[in-house]
């Protein structure tokens, strides 16, 4: 009977050791983890001299990054010659001033999605009848004024600027009526002649007599940085410059540092600063990657990134954002408003690198000579009005 006892025994501790095994060699069944987002890089190219745009595009695109899982998007600084160069990996998308492309069928596919950006801008991008460019942000020139010496209300002329104007005496520098920077990678002087109205037509007709007078010997001649400093020193009364430049007076003007200094609206407005987006025709020929370029340049047009670009002294390209507070920007808010209307003038983004020979050769003469209207000459380069 013990013996049978063990043989059961025995033969039940067999029936487990082989149930055990099956048990701990069966395989462990592993969690359920969701599948890893593809990984894919936008490549974006920058190509513009005026602004600076870097802060704002960057702060965008790292929200776009942040919608789409596995994106990484790639900003790079460039040239418009890195466009040609024979072993170029050109970029998916391209951000560019106006004149840094000349021949948009040759690099870009066409936009055909609807925009929402202002038709008298849009039109900057157009090329033969098609879309290949679409406006994202933009600036413009402005003429500052020292009120101190330019009360609010001042009829500008020939002679407000002489009286603005005094002579260098003992220890006390000379103050000009007026400064403006030369014509180099913005169009300075022809901003400042197609305002002429505003400023008064007469003083353009002897305007080679008043260097070293009303205005200063370096007037239209000298850098921007040259002319910023000339204004914010006291020693220049008036200053056609840019955005960037109300931006750095008010907030030297907020440190306590400036002085009260008024806007005096153009009476053409003009704008030669305009940042468009493309997107490359290689990009194109990918369905999937055509659609994210598109989806990229829509969100850098999306309300909330239009009206970002205030915080970076920008103007937006909608006419349904806010932009500047004329509470707290007010030279902002002017300049915005003066480019805010359909009569604003903007060069085609392809022609421009053309137009700007024939419309330097005017300002040029205007300034020697006076009596050349720059205004109409704008117009006849095909601008609005």
């Known amino acids: 009977m013990r013996g049978r006892a063990m ?18 060699l069966a395989p ?13 890089v936008l490549r974006v190219w920058v190509i513009e001299e005026w602004v600076g745009s870097d802060a704002w595009l960057e702060k965008q695109a790292a929200v776009f990054a942040r919608t789409r899982p596995g994106l990484g998007l790639r900003i790079r600084r460039a040239q418009a010659a890195d466009l040609w160069q024979p072993e170029a990996v050109l970029p ?12 948009p069928q040759a690099l870009f596919a066409p936009l055909y999605a609807e925009s929402p950006v202002r038709d008298e801008l849009a039109v900057a991008g157009r090329w033969q009848g098609e879309q290949w460019g679409q406006p994202l942000a933009m600036g413009g020139y402005v003429l500052l ?14 002679d407000a600027l002489l009286a603005a104007s005094r002579a260098a005496k003992g220890k006390q520098a000379a103050r000009y009526g007026l400064q ?23 003083w353009m007709q002897g305007i080679a007599t008043l260097r070293g007078t009303a205005l200063p010997t370096d007037f239209a001649a000298c850098a921007p940085e040259k ?25 030297l003007a907020a440190a306590g540092k400036g002085f009260e200094c008024y806007a005096l609206p153009c009476a053409q407005p003009f704008t030669d600063q305009l940042l468009l987006g493309s997107v490359l025709a290689d990009a194109a020929r990918d369905v999937a990657r055509q659609s994210l370029c598109a989806a990229f340049l829509a969100h850098l047009a999306r309300p909330e990134a239009q009206q970002d670009l205030t915080d970076y002294g920008l103007l937006p390209v ?52 006076g009596g050349v209207d720059v205004g109409a000459a704008l117009l006849a380069l095909g601008g609005g009005g």
């Open 92 to 103: 998916d998308v391209l951000i560019y001033g106006l004149g840094a492309v000349t021949d």
């Open 145 to 158: 004024l020292d009120a101190r010496q330019y009360p609010p209300g001042t009829a500008m002329g020939r």
């Open 318 to 369: 909608r006419a349904d954002v806010p932009g500047y507070d004329p509470g707290h920007a007010p030279t902002l808010y002017a300049l915005a408003q003066s480019l805010a209307g359909p009569g604003v003038w903007v060069p085609n983004a392809y022609d421009w690198a053309a137009q700007r020979g024939a419309l330097r050769e005017r300002t040029a003469m205007a300034l020697a000579q």
């Open 180 to 202: 403006c920077p030369a014509d180099g990678s913005l169009a300075y002087p022809t901003a400042l002649l197609a305002q002429a109205g505003a400023l008064g037509g007469g």
């Open 28 to 40: 462990v069944p592993r969690p359920r983890v969701a599948p890893e987002p593809t990984r894919q």
């Open 7 to 24: 043989a059961g025994v025995a033969l039940a501790l067999t029936a487990l050791l082989l149930v055990g095994r099956e048990v701990f």
């Open 227 to 251: 002319a910023y400093q000339d204004f914010a020193a006291g020693q220049a009364a008036a200053l056609l410059g840019t955005q960037r430049d109300a931006r750095r007076f008010q907030a």
